[in-house]
């Protein structure tokens, strides 16, 4: 079976053709897992995906937190029609079943409710915007109120209307019906939807193959297969022996039972920065995000005496066709443990990451919560197991949707929340690189937030120009706070005076 890998190792056409000739003559003897997914009987109960039940079970445990609600803000710019905005959203309502789902205990399990239709359902708040109006205060109050998840819809909506030309739509929702990718699929369909509702036509979407609920019952199946078991065996292999908690620098003692509350630094490097990323993992062999990747842990290799560091990274776990257009909650966490020690230089550290990496994208399938339960690592209710540091990277930021007299602008949320000691989002956009850095207020103070984005920028400068360097030297030069010389206009200062025009994000965890 051609994998990711083998793209890597095929460096040249010629290469990569005869490695796909060579799995098409194995094919018949090479087994695999099937790969059509069925539609399941809805009459059955229903069962939930793996991912899904873990957060149920966290909503048992407690049942008013907002730690899984994820918020995000669309910014409509032009003449709305609050009317049809409704009806798109019932008619996206109908067609994905999640969006009608509820979750119920039944004979010794939870289950999930499809419901035919939500009567009245999804109900839109109209706030007319005046100067008394606290708009972060609004979002934040949004984002921290939690769901009954009993009771659907499990999403809401928030029409703000700042001017005649100018709304801002926000939408809440928990996490067990919709992820990252749900999310740019949900707006696209959305402006679709608004789009021939306003003139009059029927809806212009194909109809879906299939439904979150079928691929919750193929996944539980598949845990059956024999390449469940070879998957479970490698992620054994790599994360054997002791798992050390990450021990970062932080201002205030790790408190006993972890509160979640958080707050995001935004990021903004040039494009000039972008760019020398790009050529050092064309040279090393490697993608922007294993570089990136490299560089965090570059980062945290300055912060803490580790040299075994393990960090969580989001990953689609859309492996198959049939689920790209689905809303659900499909993603899965990777946990990739990093060697930092010998003093590699940064290159040496590429080379490891990039290892780490493919490994870890040929055996994403097993599930997170399958990965924890055959591991049992110690627990604690002052931190999260396997990880506490996560790292996501989007190659493409949801697009901005122009439609004839309305503009639908995603724009980027702070829920004041934190499930990690620190998650660093980055995505490519036209001035650059753009992202947050996320972090439990309980650990650090703002101050050290900002400087750890200061490090993180003259470390990625650092190791474009110097790729040679030694790890414990980067480390040295950042805690003094050494800039490299300036290259052309490359100045950490005139980086610094970047101001992105738009900052786009949508939550992958």
């Known amino acids: 079976m051609l994998c990711i890998v083998d793209l890597f190792e095929s460096i040249s056409l010629e290469g990569l053709s005869q490695n796909i000739l060579a799995q098409v003559l194995e094919v018949e003897t090479t087994p695999w897992v099937q790969s059509t997914i069925p539609a399941v009987d809805r009459t059955d109960k229903l069962p939930l995906g793996l991912a899904q039940e873990r957060l149920w079970f966290l909503s048992q445990l407690e049942p008013d937190s907002p730690f899984y609600t994820v918020a995000i803000a669309l910014h409509l710019h032009g003449s709305l029609n609050a009317a049809i905005l409704d009806q798109s959203l019932q008619a996206l309502l109908q067609r994905h079943e999640v969006l009608r789902t509820s979750f119920e205990w039944c004979e010794g399990r939870p289950i999930q409710v499809i419901h035919s239709s939500l009567s009245p359902g999804l109900e839109i708040n109209l706030v007319q915007k005046d100067s008394e109006t606290d708009l972060q205060a609004l979002i934040l109050q949004e984002a921290q109120q939690p769901f009954d998840l009993s009771q659907p819809p499990l999403l809401r909506g928030t029409l703000l209307e700042v001017s005649e ?3 801002l739509f926000l939408l809440t929702f928990h996490h067990i019906i919709a992820d990252g990718w749900s999310i740019g699929v949900f707006i696209q369909e959305l402006a679709a939807l608004y789009e021939a509702c306003s003139q009059g036509r029927s809806s212009p979407l ?4 299939i439904q979150f609920l079928d691929f919750a019952a193929w996944q539980r199946q598949w845990l059956q297969t024999e390449h469940f078991k070879t998957q479970l065996n490698y992620w054994l292999q790599q994360l054997s022996g002791n798992l050390p908690a990450l021990q970062l620098k932080f201002d205030r003692d790790r408190p006993a039972i972890q509160t979640y509350a958080g707050r995001k630094h935004p990021i903004a490097f040039s494009q000039e920065i972008a760019q020398s990323l790009k050529v050092l993992s064309r040279t090393a062999g490697t993608t922007l995000f294993m570089t990136l990747l490299a ?5 945290l290799y300055s912060n803490t005496p580790q040299n075994d560091i393990l960090i969580g990274s989001p990953i689609a776990g859309r492996n198959q066709p049939q689920t790209t257009g689905l809303i659900g909650f499909f993603i899965n966490t990777l946990v990739l443990r990093a060697d930092l020690s010998g003093n590699p230089s940064f290159l040496d550290l590429l080379a490891r990451v990039r290892t780490v990496a493919l490994g870890g994208y040929a055996h994403q399938d097993i599930p997170f919560e399958k990965l924890v339960e055959a591991l049992r690592p110690q627990r604690s209710l002052s931190y999260n197991p396997l990880f506490q540091v996560m790292f996501i990277f989007q190659n493409t930021a949801i697009p901005t949707v122009e439609l004839p007299g309305l503009t639908f602008c995603p724009q980027e949320v702070d829920g004041g929340t934190s499930k990690f000691d620190l998650k660093l989002s980055l995505w490519e956009a036209a001035e650059g690189l753009a992202g947050s850095l996320e972090y439990k207020t309980d650990l650090f103070n703002s101050a050290t937030i900002a400087k750890m984005v200061e490090q993180l920028e003259q470390l990625l400068v650092q190791v474009t120009t110097q790729p040679t360097i030694k790890l414990d030297e980067l480390a040295a ?6 800039h490299p010389p300036p290259d052309g206009n490359r100045s950490i200062a005139n980086q610094q005076k970047l101001k992105f025009a ?6 992958a965890i």
């Open 165 to 167: 030309q100018e709304h």
């Open 502 to 507: 738009k900052r786009k994000v949508i939550s």
């Open 477 to 482: 030069q950042l805690t003094r706070g050494d």
């Open 295 to 299: 560089a965090f842990y570059a980062l």
């Open 206 to 209: 194909p109809e879906l193959p």
